[in-house]
């Protein structure tokens, strides 16, 4: 469904304009099992947001940049950008129709995805373009009927812009549609179902490899609660199906589930806990799908009117289905922050990212730290 954030009071616009400089370091850049090197740099962020609201829409447009310098080599610099826009209609009957649309140019940094376990090279980095688009429909609100739905269709078509040679088996198209059924025991409480259905499928195939492209089927059930004894969660679990257009592959069951808690014991402390197992598309040959499943503890806590700090812990388990590689990574992620004044904060940062694998040229640990400014132009 499509998010409008930043709208003010019913029939006002408001345009925001941000930005963001950042100082980074890591001691492990290109993500390597041994001869780590280390790599500062400084990545620019410049944000434009509109956002406007009235009786029956609210309409939100984003325009994001981000530009990065490294010291070593001129390979690794890269000009992100992103566009969106999204529109909800308020209709009779408590209706809510919504669109998204987003383009995206961004890259794989080196090391991860298709350069995954090479020995870092002057190489230009795998750059794409992406474009995803959606269209939800929401009707029973809790607030005015015990029925409710969702229902959404998205689609994602990434292909990559540069080293075609190399990367165009990795160019493809997502699509999704749900449906969900709620029942509501209040406005705050209520049960559901859901039933998915994705597509995959991938623009080319290489000679001597498997059809990578699939559909999958999940049927998840759960609960949804907000503000309840200070908590909200939307709990889901359920079963999936995937089903390789491949017929040398067979079908593959599994349980699948997503989920997550937020409790704020005070209203300076939150802590969320957050769990999910999805299809995630593959990046290698001899895989069909990643079956990932990621758990991610988080505390924050504002301590004053000026400093807050966040602790995040992860943990993520990622099997290449169908290949012998598997991935387990751990990282640890600290933040510390600072408001100068009004609209301008400073922040350090830290993670540290282990990852074990089967193939130990794609086992790495690293540490970075970042240093950074955030500012509301207007």
Avoid: C
């Amino acid at each position: 469904m499509a998010h409008i954030s930043g709208a003010s009071a019913q029939g006002a616009s408001n345009i925001e304009i941000k930005l963001g400089l950042e100082g980074t370091y890591s001691d492990n850049f290109y993500y390597e099992s041994s001869n780590e090197r280390a790599v500062t740099g400084a990545i620019l962020s410049p944000t434009v947001e509109y956002t406007r609201d009235s009786a029956t829409t609210t309409i939100g447009l984003t325009a994001k940049g981000e530009f990065a310098a490294y010291n070593y080599g001129n390979e690794d610099n890269y000009s992100d950008g992103l566009g969106s826009a999204a529109i909800n209609f308020k209709l009779p009957r408590n209706l809510v129709l919504g669109f998204t649309g987003i383009a995206e140019y961004g890259h794989d940094p080196f090391g991860t995805a298709r350069t995954e376990g090479q020995p870092s090279q002057n190489q230009t980095l795998d750059e794409w373009s992406q474009y995803t688009g959606s269209v939800a429909l929401v009707g029973g609100q809790a607030e005015s009927s015990h029925l409710g739905f969702e229902l959404e269709y998205a689609s994602l078509m990434r292909e990559y812009q540069t080293n075609e040679t190399s990367t165009q088996f990795l160019d493809r198209q997502f699509n999704s549609a749900s449906a969900t059924l709620l029942y509501h025991f209040s406005p705050k409480l209520s049960v559901l179902a859901q039933g998915t259905f994705l597509e995959l499928e991938y623009d080319q195939v290489q000679a001597g490899t498997i059809d990578r492209s699939g559909d999958a089927a999940v049927g998840l059930i759960g609960v949804r609660w907000a503000a309840t004894a200070k908590t909200s969660g939307d709990i889901r679990i359920g079963q999936g199906k995937w089903m390789p257009d491949s017929s040398a592959v067979r079908d593959i069951d599994s349980s699948y589930y997503d989920a997550s808690i937020t409790w704020s014991p005070t209203k300076r402390t939150t802590l969320s806990l957050a769990g999910s197992r999805e299809y995630t598309p593959t990046y290698r040959f001899d895989a069909v799908y990643i079956d990932a499943q990621t758990f991610r503890l988080q505390w924050s806590e504002v301590w004053s009117y000026r400093w807050s700090t966040a602790l995040v812990l992860a943990y993520s388990e990622r099997d290449f289905v169908g290949a012998t590689e598997k991935h387990d990574v751990v990282s640890v992620t600290g933040r510390l922050a600072y408001q100068l004044d009004r609209g301008l904060n400073i922040y350090v940062s830290s993670r540290y990212l282990d990852r074990d694998a089967v193939n130990v040229s794609e086992q790495f640990e690293t540490n970075s730290a970042m240093i950074g400014l955030e500012a509301k132009l207007n």
